[in-house]
């Protein structure tokens, strides 16, 4: 079953807060024209890094195409009435989120979630929007069962796709959105954040906004209990290994492997399986793609470039499989 993800709370906000995304002000000016000319169309395709401002992106545009408040559409939304807290807050139900379980999306869900509520009169609002995210991961299957959705859509219904790699989807997908750029944060946007995390020392911030290279999710990784220390020791890891020549690679790598292996267990805490079920996860989405031996060796390297935080060429392709940055 696709996971629809809560939000934390944002709290009541004002109509300048409500589409203050830090980093993407054209994202943002192309997504309030829209709306304020009445063209939203009935696809999106957010196109950027994930995690640099696409959900709240998508959960103001809900907002404002179901904001009762508002005198016109240029003023919405609102910000502080019910539909507005309810659909900030991950809430209302107007506004979907859908994550994939596992490695890919599965044609399952897109026919038995995403279609099926795509096609259902709305309990409430005027629009449904409904966010797809990591839309990249759908696999052949998945996104063909999905065309239908694109190609007829149901009335009132606005679809919002994050894309990391647009090169992953099939052209007759993304010829069907309309694309909006977003892109990673800059340094004073994430330096910003840090000190909204608690990084205190000065010298530990700077690290941390360095190493997030544009990411406020790799940041708020360092910024977690421990964080910055893991940095330190694996960019120790890496200058020693620079240092001291190929004597040193043996030592390195098990050093390396180490942390993989615990970025894994902590991944698998937080998707609340063990580390047996994140393997097998890993297989059972490969093993549902047309090309079982093809679907396994991106699976797999998708998966330990999102743990390593690598870039990981597949062969015979211009385009890399790039992981989460989470080592920096």
Do not use: Y
Not at 9 to 15: K, M, V, Y
């Amino acid at each position: 079953m696709t996971a629809v993800t809560a939000a934390p709370a944002l709290g009541t906000l004002d109509p300048v807060d409500a589409w203050a995304v830090p980093g993407q002000e054209r994202a943002v000016a192309v997504l309030r024209g829209a709306v304020a000319r009445q063209e939203v169309g009935h696809a999106w395709a957010f196109v950027g890094p994930a995690g640099v401002g696409q959900e709240q992106a998508a959960r103001a545009l809900a907002a404002a195409l179901n904001c009762p408040v508002a005198a016109t559409p240029a003023d919405a939304p609102c910000g502080v009435c019910d539909v507005c807290d309810r659909t900030f807050r991950g809430a209302h139900p107007a506004s979907w989120e859908f994550s994939p379980v596992g490695a890919f999306h599965r044609i399952d869900d897109v026919r038995d979630q995403w279609l099926a509520t795509a096609f259902r009169t709305a309990a409430e609002g005027r629009f449904k929007v409904l966010r797809i995210i990591d839309a990249d991961r759908l696999n052949e299957a998945a996104a063909n069962a999905f065309l239908k959705g694109l190609e007829e859509p149901p009335a009132n219904t606005v679809w919002v796709l994050d894309i990391a790699d647009p090169d992953e989807l099939p052209d007759t997908i993304l010829s069907r959105c309309r694309v909006v750029t977003f892109l990673p944060w800059r340094p004073a946007e994430l330096e910003a954040e840090a000190v909204r995390l608690g990084l205190a020392d000065p010298t530990d911030r700077a690290l941390a906004v360095r190493a997030a290279t544009g990411s406020p999710v790799a940041l708020r990784r360092f910024a977690a209990p421990g964080g910055v220390d893991a940095l330190r020791r694996h960019r120790a890891v890496l200058g020693e290994l620079r240092d001291r020549g190929p004597g040193f690679a043996l030592v390195a790598a098990r050093a390396l492997d180490d942390e993989v292996k615990q970025r894994l267990r902590v991944r698998a805490a937080e998707n609340g399986r063990s580390m047996e079920s994140e393997v097998r996860a890993i297989l059972t989405e490969a093993m549902r793609d047309h090309d079982p031996a093809e679907g396994l060796f991106t699976a797999l390297l998708a998966r330990v470039g999102e743990l390593g935080g690598v870039e990981l060429e597949l062969p015979e392709r211009r385009t890399p499989v790039r992981g989460a940055d989470l080592a920096a």
